[in-house]
């Protein structure tokens, strides 16, 4: 199953739950594009050095254990969500021979696997196969306002407007970049999740899922 859509508009808890429910493995691919952007900026990689970002890249263990994200056996699962990760990852998410080299990865644990998995290309490039494909969309204030909260959880309080802004840019990066960038797959169903509380937006794709939709 193929859950894509810009930030914040609820993908991953989303996907979280149904695959639960489901009883498939949840698969965070944004996650997966953190831990790389995490390992470059902890070794001080330079976005233009392209021989380091393969290496690092290829060789990035990267698993996943409930809600928690390992990296080289490493838990990483709050240094991947820092500020300055989220700034960068849509810069390494842009370039090719990282996409090529974690689209393997990902088409890997779906071999053995039933998965759910959530990112902005997966209904298009990664599964275009995919049994079942959503696209999420949401307004942009309320994701912010979605993400204020999360921050708010996690002991940090930032203006609204800072949150929007960030948003914005990283929509504009992950649309308009050369590859694979975000849209919607021709099969894949949009939802709207503006005015939808979690708990709907699970019961949503889920009837659609048991075919009651
Ligand atoms: O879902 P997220 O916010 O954790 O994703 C982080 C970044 O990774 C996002 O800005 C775009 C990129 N990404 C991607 O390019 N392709 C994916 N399949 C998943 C995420």
Aim: aromatic content about 6%.
């Amino acid at each position: 199953m193929a859950i894509d859509g810009p930030s914040g508009t609820g993908k991953s808890t989303t996907a979280r739950i149904l695959a639960e429910k489901l009883n498939f493995i949840y698969i965070d691919s944004g996650a997966m594009y953190r831990a790389i952007t995490f390992e470059l900026l902890k070794n001080n990689i330079k976005p233009n050095d392209i021989k380091k970002i393969v290496d690092i890249t290829t060789k990035a263990d990267i698993k996943f254990d409930g809600e928690e994200v390992f990296l080289n056996g490493k838990n990483i699962t709050k240094e991947i969500r820092s500020l300055d990760v989220t700034s960068k990852v849509s810069s390494v998410s842009a370039i090719k021979d990282v996409r090529k080299i974690l689209v393997n990865k990902q088409r890997e644990y779906a071999k053995t696997n039933d998965v759910v998995m959530d990112g902005r290309d997966i209904g298009t490039v990664v599964f275009p196969n995919a049994k079942f494909k959503f696209f999420l969309v949401c307004d942009l204030k309320t994701r912010a306002a979605r993400r204020r909260q999360d921050f708010i959880e996690h002991g940090m309080k930032l203006p609204i407007e800072k949150i929007m802004a960030e948003l914005k840019k990283r929509d504009t990066i992950d649309s308009t970049r050369k590859e694979s960038p975000l849209k919607k797959a021709k099969d894949a169903v949009e939802v709207n999740t503006t005015n939808m509380i979690i708990e709907e937006q699970v019961n949503y794709l889920l009837r659609i899922v048991n075919g009651l939709d």
